[in-house]
Protein backbone atom coordinates (compact mmCIF):
# COMPACT_ATOMS: atom_id res chain seq x y z
CA UNK A 1 0.00 0.00 0.00
CA UNK A 2 1.38 3.09 -1.20
CA UNK A 3 1.78 5.86 2.35
CA UNK A 4 0.61 9.41 2.28
CA UNK A 5 2.44 11.44 5.03
CA UNK A 6 0.84 15.10 6.07
CA UNK A 7 2.30 16.59 9.02
CA UNK A 8 6.64 16.31 9.36
CA UNK A 9 6.99 18.73 12.65
CA UNK A 10 9.05 17.59 15.96
CA UNK A 11 7.00 14.05 15.90
CA UNK A 12 6.25 13.37 11.98
CA UNK A 13 9.64 13.96 10.30
CA UNK A 14 10.95 11.11 12.70
CA UNK A 15 7.53 8.77 11.69
CA UNK A 16 7.82 9.52 8.10
CA UNK A 17 11.27 8.58 7.88
CA UNK A 18 11.01 5.41 9.78
CA UNK A 19 8.48 4.49 7.61
CA UNK A 20 10.74 5.12 4.61
CA UNK A 21 13.81 3.36 6.00
CA UNK A 22 11.15 0.03 6.41
CA UNK A 23 10.65 -0.04 3.16
CA UNK A 24 7.38 1.84 2.78
CA UNK A 25 6.38 3.96 -0.59
CA UNK A 26 5.76 7.14 0.60
CA UNK A 27 4.39 10.43 -0.68
CA UNK A 28 5.08 13.47 1.89
CA UNK A 29 3.75 17.30 2.17
CA UNK A 30 3.67 19.98 4.79
CA UNK A 31 4.22 23.70 4.98
CA UNK A 32 7.42 23.39 5.60
CA UNK A 33 9.61 23.13 2.68
CA UNK A 34 12.37 22.15 4.76
CA UNK A 35 10.89 19.34 6.62
CA UNK A 36 9.73 18.19 3.12
CA UNK A 37 13.18 17.70 1.29
CA UNK A 38 14.05 16.16 4.31
CA UNK A 39 11.84 13.17 3.34
CA UNK A 40 13.24 13.53 -0.34
CA UNK A 41 16.47 12.97 0.76
CA UNK A 42 15.68 9.84 3.00
CA UNK A 43 14.13 8.58 -0.28
CA UNK A 44 10.14 9.65 0.09
CA UNK A 45 8.21 11.79 -3.07
CA UNK A 46 7.40 15.32 -2.60
CA UNK A 47 4.14 16.46 -3.17
CA UNK A 48 3.18 20.45 -3.47
CA UNK A 49 -0.49 19.69 -1.67
CA UNK A 50 -2.41 17.77 0.29
CA UNK A 51 -4.86 17.47 -2.46
CA UNK A 52 -2.10 16.72 -4.66
CA UNK A 53 -0.75 13.25 -2.20
CA UNK A 54 -4.35 12.57 -1.63
CA UNK A 55 -5.03 11.31 -5.57
CA UNK A 56 -1.41 9.51 -5.25
CA UNK A 57 -1.77 7.42 -2.09
CA UNK A 58 -4.55 4.61 -0.70
CA UNK A 59 -3.70 5.66 3.00
CA UNK A 60 -2.87 8.83 4.24
CA UNK A 61 -0.94 9.50 7.84
CA UNK A 62 -0.84 12.80 9.44
CA UNK A 63 0.95 14.32 12.48
CA UNK A 64 -0.75 17.65 12.91
CA UNK A 65 -0.77 20.26 15.93
CA UNK A 66 -4.60 21.10 16.45
CA UNK A 67 -7.79 19.38 16.12
CA UNK A 68 -8.84 22.35 13.51
CA UNK A 69 -5.56 21.94 11.47
CA UNK A 70 -6.39 17.98 11.35
CA UNK A 71 -10.08 19.05 10.41
CA UNK A 72 -8.90 21.33 7.40
CA UNK A 73 -6.74 18.70 5.94
CA UNK A 74 -9.00 15.89 6.29
CA UNK A 75 -12.47 17.06 5.68
CA UNK A 76 -11.67 20.60 4.13
CA UNK A 77 -12.13 21.61 0.79
CA UNK A 78 -9.03 19.68 -1.28
CA UNK A 79 -7.99 17.90 1.86
CA UNK A 80 -7.25 13.76 2.46
CA UNK A 81 -10.80 13.21 2.51
CA UNK A 82 -11.28 14.15 -0.94
CA UNK A 83 -8.78 12.13 -3.07
CA UNK A 84 -8.10 8.19 -3.54
CA UNK A 85 -7.34 7.64 -0.11
CA UNK A 86 -9.36 5.00 1.69
CA UNK A 87 -8.11 4.99 4.89
CA UNK A 88 -6.73 7.75 7.12
CA UNK A 89 -4.56 7.27 10.59
CA UNK A 90 -4.41 10.72 12.59
CA UNK A 91 -0.99 10.52 15.07
CA UNK A 92 -2.15 13.86 16.28
CA UNK A 93 -3.87 14.40 19.61
CA UNK A 94 -6.88 15.85 18.22
CA UNK A 95 -9.25 14.75 21.03
CA UNK A 96 -12.34 12.26 20.81
CA UNK A 97 -14.96 14.92 19.99
CA UNK A 98 -12.84 15.76 16.39
CA UNK A 99 -12.29 12.28 15.94
CA UNK A 100 -15.59 11.67 16.45
CA UNK A 101 -16.77 14.31 13.74
CA UNK A 102 -14.24 13.90 11.56
CA UNK A 103 -15.02 10.16 11.63
CA UNK A 104 -18.40 10.53 10.64
CA UNK A 105 -18.27 12.55 8.22
CA UNK A 106 -15.15 10.44 6.22
CA UNK A 107 -17.03 7.41 6.83
CA UNK A 108 -20.07 9.27 4.72
CA UNK A 109 -17.63 9.47 1.84
CA UNK A 110 -16.31 5.87 2.30
CA UNK A 111 -12.97 6.58 4.19
CA UNK A 112 -12.17 4.65 7.38
CA UNK A 113 -10.43 6.71 9.97
CA UNK A 114 -7.82 4.96 12.52
CA UNK A 115 -7.55 6.94 15.56
CA UNK A 116 -3.71 6.59 16.45
CA UNK A 117 -1.82 9.11 19.02
CA UNK A 118 0.99 8.74 20.17
CA UNK A 119 2.98 9.11 23.55
CA UNK A 120 7.42 8.78 23.85
CA UNK A 121 8.03 11.79 22.73
CA UNK A 122 10.49 13.10 20.15
CA UNK A 123 12.93 10.35 20.93
CA UNK A 124 10.37 7.74 20.67
CA UNK A 125 9.74 9.17 17.55
CA UNK A 126 13.16 8.83 16.47
CA UNK A 127 13.94 5.36 17.79
CA UNK A 128 10.53 3.95 17.08
CA UNK A 129 9.51 2.84 20.51
CA UNK A 130 6.70 5.12 20.47
CA UNK A 131 3.29 4.05 22.20
CA UNK A 132 0.45 4.13 19.54
CA UNK A 133 -3.09 4.10 21.11
CA UNK A 134 -5.78 2.78 18.69
CA UNK A 135 -9.02 2.48 17.61
CA UNK A 136 -11.54 2.33 14.55
CA UNK A 137 -12.33 -0.06 12.58
CA UNK A 138 -10.60 -3.61 13.37
CA UNK A 139 -10.25 -4.02 9.58
CA UNK A 140 -8.97 -0.90 8.97
CA UNK A 141 -6.51 -1.53 12.07
CA UNK A 142 -4.89 -4.60 10.53
CA UNK A 143 -4.58 -2.76 7.14
CA UNK A 144 -2.52 0.15 8.82
CA UNK A 145 -0.79 -2.26 11.29
CA UNK A 146 2.59 -2.78 9.60
CA UNK A 147 3.32 0.92 9.02
CA UNK A 148 2.15 1.64 12.63
CA UNK A 149 5.09 -1.42 13.65
CA UNK A 150 7.52 0.65 12.11
CA UNK A 151 6.61 3.64 14.05
CA UNK A 152 6.10 2.65 17.07
CA UNK A 153 6.62 -0.40 19.65
CA UNK A 154 3.98 -0.58 22.11
CA UNK A 155 0.20 -0.96 19.82
CA UNK A 156 -2.72 -0.75 21.99
CA UNK A 157 -5.78 -1.58 20.08
CA UNK A 158 -8.55 -0.08 22.27
CA UNK A 159 -11.99 -0.74 20.30
CA UNK A 160 -13.89 0.26 17.33
CA UNK A 161 -15.62 2.85 19.30
CA UNK A 162 -14.12 6.45 17.73
CA UNK A 163 -11.86 8.61 19.63
CA UNK A 164 -11.69 6.24 22.76
CA UNK A 165 -7.51 6.32 21.88
CA UNK A 166 -7.84 9.83 21.70
CA UNK A 167 -9.86 9.83 25.26
CA UNK A 168 -6.76 7.20 26.48
CA UNK A 169 -4.35 9.84 25.47
CA UNK A 170 -5.38 12.87 26.73
CA UNK A 171 -5.53 11.41 30.36
CA UNK A 172 -2.07 10.18 29.85
CA UNK A 173 -0.71 14.08 29.14
CA UNK A 174 -2.95 15.59 31.68
CA UNK A 175 -1.47 12.78 33.79
CA UNK A 176 2.13 14.04 32.20
CA UNK A 177 1.32 17.41 32.67
CA UNK A 178 -0.27 17.36 36.70
CA UNK A 179 3.05 15.38 37.69
CA UNK A 180 5.46 17.46 35.55
CA UNK A 181 4.54 20.86 37.34
CA UNK A 182 4.11 18.91 40.82
CA UNK A 183 7.49 18.04 40.09
CA UNK A 184 8.66 21.12 39.51
CA UNK A 185 7.44 23.07 42.13
CA UNK A 186 8.71 20.54 44.51
CA UNK A 187 12.34 20.71 43.05
CA UNK A 188 12.57 24.47 43.23
CA UNK A 189 11.43 24.36 46.99
CA UNK A 190 14.35 21.65 47.51
CA UNK A 191 16.65 23.80 46.05
CA UNK A 192 16.07 27.13 47.37
CA UNK A 193 16.51 25.06 50.61
CA UNK A 194 19.67 24.12 49.69
CA UNK A 195 19.09 20.41 48.38
CA UNK A 196 21.10 19.79 45.73
CA UNK A 197 19.66 18.80 42.03
CA UNK A 198 20.94 16.06 40.79
CA UNK A 199 20.95 14.16 44.33
CA UNK A 200 16.95 14.95 44.56
CA UNK A 201 16.25 12.81 41.54
CA UNK A 202 18.60 10.28 42.31
CA UNK A 203 16.24 10.00 46.05
CA UNK A 204 12.93 10.34 43.84
CA UNK A 205 13.50 8.29 41.25
CA UNK A 206 13.89 5.15 43.41
CA UNK A 207 11.40 6.51 45.84
CA UNK A 208 7.93 6.95 45.76
CA UNK A 209 7.47 10.50 44.11
CA UNK A 210 8.98 8.89 40.70
CA UNK A 211 7.48 10.10 37.31
CA UNK A 212 8.14 10.21 34.02
CA UNK A 213 9.08 13.64 34.64
CA UNK A 214 11.39 13.33 37.64
CA UNK A 215 12.97 10.16 35.66
CA UNK A 216 13.24 11.32 32.07
CA UNK A 217 12.11 15.18 31.76
CA UNK A 218 14.13 16.40 34.62
CA UNK A 219 17.32 14.81 33.68
CA UNK A 220 17.57 14.90 30.17
CA UNK A 221 16.29 18.33 29.77
CA UNK A 222 15.95 20.94 32.65
CA UNK A 223 18.78 19.71 35.38
CA UNK A 224 21.22 20.57 33.27
CA UNK A 225 19.23 23.91 31.55
CA UNK A 226 19.48 22.57 28.24
CA UNK A 227 15.60 22.74 27.71
CA UNK A 228 15.60 20.83 24.13
CA UNK A 229 12.41 22.22 21.74
CA UNK A 230 10.47 18.73 22.23
CA UNK A 231 6.82 19.19 23.09
CA UNK A 232 5.62 22.86 23.18
CA UNK A 233 3.58 24.20 26.25
CA UNK A 234 1.01 25.25 23.76
CA UNK A 235 0.69 21.57 22.62
CA UNK A 236 0.30 20.32 26.44
CA UNK A 237 -2.12 23.31 27.18
CA UNK A 238 -4.10 21.64 24.14
CA UNK A 239 -4.18 18.33 25.44
CA UNK A 240 -5.39 19.40 29.00
CA UNK A 241 -8.29 21.49 27.84
CA UNK A 242 -9.23 18.81 25.68
CA UNK A 243 -9.32 16.69 28.25
CA UNK A 244 -11.00 19.05 30.99
CA UNK A 245 -13.33 19.49 27.83
CA UNK A 246 -14.20 15.88 28.02
CA UNK A 247 -14.51 15.58 31.64
CA UNK A 248 -16.80 18.36 31.63
CA UNK A 249 -19.02 16.32 28.99
CA UNK A 250 -18.96 13.39 30.99
CA UNK A 251 -19.58 14.92 33.82
CA UNK A 252 -16.82 14.15 35.64
CA UNK A 253 -14.90 16.46 38.02
CA UNK A 254 -10.94 17.00 37.57
CA UNK A 255 -9.78 19.44 40.06
CA UNK A 256 -6.30 18.70 40.36
CA UNK A 257 -5.83 18.71 36.82
CA UNK A 258 -8.01 22.35 36.60
CA UNK A 259 -5.30 23.54 38.95
CA UNK A 260 -2.74 22.35 35.97
CA UNK A 261 -4.51 23.72 33.59
CA UNK A 262 -4.75 27.40 34.88
CA UNK A 263 -1.14 27.68 35.73
CA UNK A 264 -0.44 26.54 32.13
CA UNK A 265 -2.57 28.76 30.86
CA UNK A 266 -0.97 31.07 32.73
CA UNK A 267 2.61 30.36 31.72
CA UNK A 268 1.19 31.04 27.82
CA UNK A 269 0.02 34.41 28.81
CA UNK A 270 3.61 35.17 29.45
CA UNK A 271 5.15 34.13 26.86
CA UNK A 272 5.95 30.08 26.98
CA UNK A 273 3.60 28.76 24.65
CA UNK A 274 6.37 28.08 21.83
CA UNK A 275 8.88 26.68 24.23
CA UNK A 276 9.43 23.62 25.37
CA UNK A 277 7.43 22.64 28.60
CA UNK A 278 9.98 21.83 30.28
CA UNK A 279 10.91 25.67 30.73
CA UNK A 280 7.72 26.43 32.97
CA UNK A 281 10.10 25.35 35.88
CA UNK A 282 11.50 28.89 35.42
CA UNK A 283 8.29 30.45 36.71
CA UNK A 284 8.34 28.36 39.91
CA UNK A 285 12.29 29.50 40.26
CA UNK A 286 11.25 33.19 39.10
CA UNK A 287 8.41 33.28 42.14
CA UNK A 288 10.79 31.55 44.98
CA UNK A 289 14.21 33.35 43.75
CA UNK A 290 16.23 30.35 43.01
CA UNK A 291 17.46 28.35 39.80
CA UNK A 292 17.12 24.25 40.09
CA UNK A 293 20.07 22.56 38.38
CA UNK A 294 23.20 24.54 36.42
CA UNK A 295 23.80 24.28 32.64
CA UNK A 296 26.37 21.61 32.20
CA UNK A 297 29.45 21.30 29.58
CA UNK A 298 27.69 18.70 27.85
CA UNK A 299 26.08 18.86 24.35
CA UNK A 300 22.09 19.12 25.73
CA UNK A 301 20.05 15.80 24.63
CA UNK A 302 18.94 16.31 20.44
P1 LIG B 1 4.91 20.47 15.32
O1 LIG B 1 4.27 21.80 15.45
O2 LIG B 1 6.36 20.30 15.57
O3 LIG B 1 4.65 19.88 13.84
C1 LIG B 1 3.46 20.06 13.14
C2 LIG B 1 3.78 20.06 11.65
O4 LIG B 1 2.54 20.20 10.94
C3 LIG B 1 4.68 21.22 11.21
O5 LIG B 1 5.75 20.73 10.43
C4 LIG B 1 3.75 22.10 10.40
O6 LIG B 1 4.41 22.81 9.35
C5 LIG B 1 2.76 21.07 9.86
N1 LIG B 1 1.48 21.66 9.45
C6 LIG B 1 0.69 22.51 10.14
N2 LIG B 1 -0.40 22.80 9.42
C7 LIG B 1 -0.30 22.11 8.26
C8 LIG B 1 -1.13 22.00 7.11
N3 LIG B 1 -2.29 22.67 7.01
N4 LIG B 1 -0.71 21.22 6.08
C9 LIG B 1 0.46 20.55 6.16
N5 LIG B 1 1.30 20.61 7.23
C10 LIG B 1 0.91 21.39 8.27
O7 LIG B 1 4.05 19.50 16.25
P2 LIG B 1 4.51 18.11 16.91
O8 LIG B 1 5.20 18.39 18.19
O9 LIG B 1 5.13 17.27 15.85
O10 LIG B 1 3.07 17.52 17.29
C11 LIG B 1 2.18 17.01 16.30
C12 LIG B 1 1.04 16.29 17.03
O11 LIG B 1 1.59 15.21 17.80
C13 LIG B 1 0.28 17.18 18.01
O12 LIG B 1 -1.07 16.86 17.98
C14 LIG B 1 0.90 16.83 19.36
O13 LIG B 1 0.02 17.07 20.44
C15 LIG B 1 1.22 15.36 19.17
N6 LIG B 1 2.33 14.86 19.99
C16 LIG B 1 3.50 15.55 20.12
C17 LIG B 1 4.53 15.04 20.91
C18 LIG B 1 5.85 15.76 21.09
O14 LIG B 1 6.64 15.33 21.95
N7 LIG B 1 6.15 16.80 20.34
C19 LIG B 1 4.36 13.78 21.54
C20 LIG B 1 3.18 13.07 21.35
C21 LIG B 1 2.17 13.62 20.57
Given at each position: MRLGFVGLGSMGLHMARRLCDAGHELVVFDLNDAAVQTLVDAGAKRADSVSELANQVECGLVCLPTPDIVDTVLI??????????RTIVDL???GPSAAQRIGAELGRRGIRLVDAPVSGGTIGAEAGTLTIMISGEDAAYHDVRLALEAIGKNLFYLGGQPGLAQLMKLINNTLCAVSAISAFEGLVLGAKAGLDPQTMLDVINVSSGQSFATSIKIPQCVVNRS?????TSALLDKDVRLCLAEAERLGVTMPISQQTRQFIAFALSQ???????????KIFEGWAGTQFGTQTAQEPVA
Open positions: GEGGLGAGSVSTSFPPRFGYGDQDYGNLI
